[in-house]
């Protein structure tokens, strides 16, 4: 999706198939041009507030037939709660359930007025790219196999005056970060078939090319010459090998940072299977991967950066004769030894390597991103990523960036009292912790991924939750979230 700013006033403005006015839930007036928008309709807004048609309450919609008035033949308006109230994170809620109302008129290009919240402490560009982002979320549908899918929108116009420089720079940086979030989401609801471990690592390589970020693929025979014990173990048992996918982006100057994504392709649970039920959303299972390469799509767009390396972990955990067994000990990439107890527990297996992976690599710090556990749905749902971390500093610079994103996280403890539970008798570490359901499986999880990273700086987000969401009340559109995206394009692009 191209998106565009347009400082006209919108009695001038290009003729798309839409135009998005937002308004407070108080009597606060219309200002700036959404004020225009409401005199050229003759009253026609501020009339149906006053007639209670729009209540202006968070993310309420209503669509206005324009007859002619404006270039636009309709008008949405969206409601973003009282003044008082307002914030970048509602700003974008309204936003993005505006995008999604819009789909209802089919539009192949929207136009929307840049809310002009009075009082408001961010900056007029903050607000743009908040109101972007989100708009063109909620505009997002996942169409590749549909028969006849509608026509995507194509075009988005920021309706805004004055900052011009400031402005010019916002919609640059939402348009690079809707194309990575959009894509994580495409990478997420492929079904599991057309994206096993090989296929998404070859997607990835031509996602490289499109978008100018180094991708090199490291197949099975790699992994083996390297001795990647955790990834090729979880991989083994599945009839399409595991690949550890490396990508690289230059910077101004500076150590890379180094990014990590879990990309299990499909969950079965292995020989520890999953119930139905369970495995029914595991395709879902590499969404930390398809963070990462969006976040890589996005600030492949993006001028100003500091260098980075991002990993993304490859492999279906399947069942087979040849399945790796509770009670077989893995030698890890790092030569630790791990007492596989539960191939449930795969995900932190393909991390542990992909650490190891960045550490050579020479990287300053590690993000990993990954759906890890169940427990972080009952402790968090959907709507808050969890964060494990060993180092403060990186810890305050993903938490700027996920607030920044409007992507909720929350740190969870990690006392050392923790880590005993993964004492292993046999070799150096358990994958979980002992039976007896000791709980802190959230934690442990992370702290399973931390014992690799050992002295590194490195911040866990486990995204079991945030990334997929079956019913998607906001937006109606069931699926990948991407969630973590944004926060990582912040993080890397400031
Ligand atoms: N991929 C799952 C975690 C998951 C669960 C993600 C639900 C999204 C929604 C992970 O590999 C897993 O199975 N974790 C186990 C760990 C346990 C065996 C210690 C879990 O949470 O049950
Ligand atoms: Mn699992
Ligand atoms: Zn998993």
Redesign the pocket.
């Known amino acids: 999706m191209r998106i565009q700013l347009e400082s006209a006033d919108p009695s001038h403005s290009t003729a798309t198939d839409l135009l998005i006015v937002s308004l407070c839930e108080d009597g606060t007036p219309l200002a700036g041009p959404a004020a225009r928008v409401d005199q050229a309709l003759g009253g026609a807004v501020s009339r149906a507030r006053t007639a209670g048609l729009i209540s202006g309450k968070l993310g309420d919609t209503y669509l206005l037939p324009t007859g002619g008035a404006l270039p636009q033949p309709v008008v949405l308006a969206v409601g973003l709660g009282p003044l008082a109230e307002i914030d970048l994170f509602r700003l974008r809620r309204a936003a993005q359930a505006a995008g999604a109302a819009a789909l209802a008129v089919k539009p192949g290009t929207v136009s929307v007025v840049l809310p002009v919240v009075v009082g408001s402490p961010w900056p007029a560009a903050a607000g743009a790219e908040a109101t972007l982002v989100a708009t063109a979320y909620g505009l997002y549908r996942y169409t590749a196999y549909q028969g006849e899918p509608s026509p995507e929108v194509r075009h988005l116009y920021l309706l805004a005056e004055g900052e011009g420089g400031q402005l010019t720079e916002a919609v640059r940086r939402a348009e690079a970060t809707a194309t990575g979030v959009a894509l994580a989401r495409d990478l997420v609801n492929t079904p599991p078939a057309d994206k096993r471990p090989l296929a998404l690592a070859q997607r990835i390589a031509a996602l490289g090319s499109e978008f100018g970020f180094e991708v090199e693929v490291w197949d099975r025979a790699a992994l083996e010459e390297m001795g990647a014990g955790g990834i090729l173990a979880v991989g083994r048992a599945s009839s399409a090998p595991p690949a550890a996918v490396v990508m690289r982006l230059g910077g101004e100057s500076g150590q890379a940072l180094g990014l990590l994504g879990k990309g299990?392709t499909f969950?079965s649970?292995g020989l520890?299977i999953?119930s139905g039920e369970g495995m029914r959303?595991?395709k879902?299972?590499m969404a930390g991967a398809a963070a990462v390469v969006g976040a890589m799509a996005g600030l492949a767009r993006l001028p100003r950066r500091t260098p980075v390396v991002a990993v993304a972990m490859c492999a279906e955990n399947m069942i087979s004769g040849d399945a790796f067994r509770p009670g077989d000990i893995l030698r890890m990439l790092s030569g630790k030894t791990v007492e596989m107890a539960?191939a449930?527990?795969?995900?932190r297996l393909v991390l542990a390597d992909g650490v190891e992976i960045l550490r050579r690599q020479g990287v300053r710090g590690v993000v990993d991103l990954a759906?890890?556990?169940?427990?972080q749905?009952v402790a968090l749902s959907d709507i808050r990523a969890a964060a494990v971390s060993n180092d403060q500093g990186l810890m305050a610079e993903v938490a700027l960036a996920a607030d920044g994103a409007g992507e909720r996280i929350w740190e969870m403890p990690h006392d050392d009292d923790y880590r005993h539970l993964l004492d292993s008798r046999l070799a150096d570490i358990r994958n979980?912790s002992a039976s007896g359901a000791s709980g802190g499986?959230l934690i442990t999880?992370g702290l399973f991924v931390g014992a690799f990273a050992q002295d590194l700086p490195w911040v866990h987000l486990d995204i079991?939750g945030p990334s997929f969401k079956e019913t998607e009340k906001a937006t109606g559109t069931p699926g990948g979230t991407g969630f973590g995206t944004e926060t990582l394009i912040r993080l890397v692009a400031g």
Not at 344 to 347: F, K, L, T, V
Not at 371 to 375: D, E, I, P
Request: charged share 20%.
């Open positions: 299990i969950d649970g520890q999953k959303t595991m879902s299972d539960n449930d527990a795969e995900g759906t890890l556990t169940g427990a749905v979980v499986g999880g079991a």
